[in-house]
């Protein structure tokens, strides 16, 4: 009578689970992997969403750090005052700036204007993001938020070239800011409060 010996039992237990486990994963093992997988997952996002927002806001800051630079050195170079004002009847930065020498004196962006140049909307721009906030901290303001250089490259009233107005613009984007300070003589630094603690200090919205 033909019967296996143990030995070629074991053997062929052995071929049967290598030609299984050639065949690829079971069910059970893919459902694992898987498991793994939107753990890991899940625990990725909350960082990556995070360098998400600090690059939005980082982007965000260094455009309009340009707008303020750009004003004031325009200023210098047509010897008369410039103007960074928003350029939507919102009155909200977020939805874009502009740079312009204001003829009629309504701190707005309009006909008759010289526009030197125009931001768009930052959900309209490679910085896709519109929870970014703007907040001022020049002192009394009142009516259309701007900034303005004179021909000395000061920042000034719309009123008078004379006035001075200097003070802090702060983007924010979730717990994160990025500020934009502006002294007596107009030059502006873009700093990180989290980074430079003190030196970045100012309100927040």
């Known amino acids: ?20 486990r050639a065949a690829g994963l079971t069910l059970v093992e893919l459902l694992v992997v898987l498991a793994i997988a939107a753990i890991l997952l899940s625990l990725a996002l909350p960082a990556l969403g995070g360098m998400l927002r600090s690059y939005q806001l980082r982007l965000a ?39 312009f020498v204001d003829r009629n004196g309504d701190r707005r962006p309009d006909a008759g204007d010289d526009i030197i140049m125009r931001h768009p909307a930052l959900v309209n721009s490679s910085v896709a993001a519109a929870t970014i906030s703007f907040t001022m901290n020049f002192g009394t ?47 502006a630094r873009l700093c990180d409060p989290h980074r430079d603690g003190a030196a970045c200090a100012g309100a927040d919205p």
Request: glycine share 8%; charged share 15%.
């Open 61 to 99: 800051a260094t455009d309009f750090m340009g707008a303020v630079e750009l004003t004031r050195s325009q200023a210098l170079a047509l010897g008369q005052r410039v103007m960074l004002a928003p350029t939507a009847a919102t009155l909200d930065w977020a939805d874009g700036w502009t740079v």
């Open 141 to 187: 303001q009142q009516g259309p938020p701007y900034l303005a250089y004179n021909s000395m490259g000061r920042g000034c009233s719309h009123l008078s070239s004379l006035t001075a107005r200097f003070g802090t613009m702060t983007l924010a984007q979730g717990e994160q800011r990025r500020r934009i300070k502006i002294n007596m003589q107009g030059r």
């Open 1 to 20: 009578m033909n019967m296996c010996s143990p030995l070629a039992s074991a053997r062929s237990a052995a071929l049967a689970h290598c030609r299984r």
